[in-house]
């Protein structure tokens, strides 16, 4: 926890993302027997007839069993990995005030990542969003590029919204939409929109489940603070609480509302476990105090063993 912070502290005094998906990236990379990411293997696309004098490497012998006739398979081309990182930049990202917030503790870990493909010469690129898309790029896997979406989650540092609200469902449709090239979408979303409400909850899976229709693989790492927004572990006293998306205000003792409270996102957060694993997707759970750099090693490592 303490080197998080210092490292934190460091990027943050010179404002470098280079500098620290550098130090995040470099420092476990060498631990791992070989990528935690792959590019995604060939697929079988159709059969075409056979042409006197070819190679008869890609013959279909089967088929030609069961027709006397010779045809060939043939397949979609290898391609090396293309990534999507996807940050969810409303309000509630910016909690809390004070210390590693969860929009910053996605930005650099986007940023390592970044940093990660293009050390592995893999295909990236970035969509932030809020109420809807606010910004999205090609995936390519340049050093230009690369600096060039780094220039962006600077940006998005710099410029933190107030009062915008969160509409994931929506943006996750229209990314399937956008993106037709078989890729490994990544999230970085405190999914908290969807937490208290049924049919936003439903909207959802239904969004993630779009996703894998189209043969994307998905990684959510569900940023929170566990300690205030999992345990709503506040002191025995009055509260005025506000809420970042809507402007929404609330005074509550939290005695009164946290077991309903508790109860209500733990039913939620297990639903979306429950979809994650029935749609094959990768849930990180991204306690905010554990820091980025630690929750990414862990996942990458996890990732690599069973590679």
């Not at 007839?49 to 089967?62: F, H, I, L, M, P």
């Not at 927004?229 to 809420?243: A, C, G, K, Q, S």
């Not at 979306?272 to 990414?296: F, R, T």
């Amino acid at each position: 926890m303490s080197n998080a912070l210092s490292l934190n502290q460091e990027i943050q005094q010179f404002a470098n993302l280079e500098l620290l998906a550098k130090q995040v990236v470099e420092g476990f990379i060498t631990g791992l027997h070989q990528s935690p990411f792959h590019g995604f293997s060939v697929e079988f696309a159709e059969h075409r007839a056979y042409n006197n004098g070819e190679s008869v490497r890609n013959v279909d012998w089967k088929l030609m069993a069961r027709t006397d006739k010779l045809f060939v398979k043939q397949f979609e081309e290898e391609t090396n990995l293309r990534c999507f990182l996807v940050l969810d930049t409303s309000s509630s990202m910016n909690f809390p005030e004070k210390g590693l917030s969860k929009l910053e503790f996605g930005v650099y870990a986007a940023a390592s990542l970044m940093y990660l493909f293009k050390k592995q010469r893999d295909a990236f690129g970035l969509c932030l969003f809020s109420g809807e898309v606010n910004f999205i790029s090609p995936a390519k896997s340049t050093s230009a590029h690369l600096f060039y979406l780094f220039a962006q989650l600077e940006k998005v540092l710099q410029d933190k919204k107030s009062k915008q609200a969160t509409e994931i469902s929506t943006v996750l449709h229209q990314l399937a939409g956008q993106v037709h090239k078989r890729s490994l979408i990544v999230i970085f979303s405190d999914m908290l929109e969807n937490a208290l409400d049924e049919q936003k909850s439903a909207n959802l899976f239904a969004a993630l489940q779009h996703l894998k229709h189209s043969k994307h693989e998905v990684v959510i790492f569900n940023i929170s603070d566990h300690q205030k927004e999992l345990e709503f572990n506040f002191e025995n006293r009055p509260y005025h609480f506000v809420d970042l998306e809507s402007g929404a205000e609330m005074k509550i003792h939290p005695n009164e509302i946290r077991e309903g409270y508790r109860s209500a996102l733990n039913k939620y957060r297990h639903n979306l476990e429950l979809k994650c694993a029935q749609y094959h997707i990768d849930l990180v759970d991204a306690n905010l105090h554990d820091g980025y750099d630690q929750v990414l090693k862990a996942y990458l490592i996890k990732r690599n063993k069973m590679a």
